[in-house]
């Protein structure tokens, strides 16, 4: 034999062994094998009552005939449609009036006590104002609330700004003069 024979028998042997080994792994394999296997297995014919082909419905189709609309089925413009007929809008009479005002603001509220002195205390700041009703003396300053119901806002010398917490409507009682009581 000469060298080239031999290098080809070589070859071929080699070969030979790769498609073995190739095989070999193929049909050891369980998880494609045995999934292929499965499905065949399991394979259920679809339940068909009548087989047989329906030469009656396929003569019908075939005897069908297209009947256009109108419209070119291979454009992509759409047909225009009939514009509608314009109408003339109905005046009436409340356009032409105007609506009625808002309503007046509400009245501010009335604080239900007496006004009658403020002062400054030399360690604290701000104002203090003193407001009673006829049985008890209060003594507030800005910020505090009086009744649970009215926030202080600001103490002056003639005047005391506050707060209906409830509503939010700010207001002002004036300084009332004792006069002198003998």
């Known amino acids: 034999m000469t060298k080239k024979s031999k290098m080809e028998i070589g070859a071929l042997v080699g070969l030979l062994l790769v ?5 070999y792994s193929f049909a050891r394999s369980k998880t494609q094998a045995g999934g292929f296997r499965t499905a065949v297995a399991d394979y259920k014919p679809m339940a068909v009552e009548n087989p047989q082909i329906h030469w009656d419905r396929l003569a019908e189709a075939q005897e069908t005939e297209y009947k256009t609309s109108g419209r070119d089925i291979f454009s992509h413009a759409m047909p225009i449609p009939e514009p509608l007929p314009f109408r003339t809008p109905q005046v009436t009479e409340t356009e032409d009036t105007p609506p009625p005002p808002p309503p007046p603001p509400p009245a501010p509220p009335k604080l239900p006590l007496k006004f009658f002195g403020y002062g400054t205390v030399e360690d604290a700041s701000g104002r203090w104002a003193f ?3 006829a049985e008890t003396v209060y003594v507030v300053a800005e910020g505090d609330t009086v009744l649970n119901r009215y926030r ?3 103490i002056s010398r003639a005047n005391l700004e506050f ?3 409830a509503s939010g409507r700010h207001g002002s009682a004036a300084l009332e003069d004792q006069g002198s009581q003998q």
Not at 19 to 23: E, L, R
Request: glycine letters at 0%; zero cysteines.
């Open 19 to 23: 498609a073995a080994f190739i095989w």
């Open 131 to 133: 407001l009673s009703d």
């Open 152 to 154: 202080i806002l600001r």
């Open 163 to 165: 707060e209906e917490i």
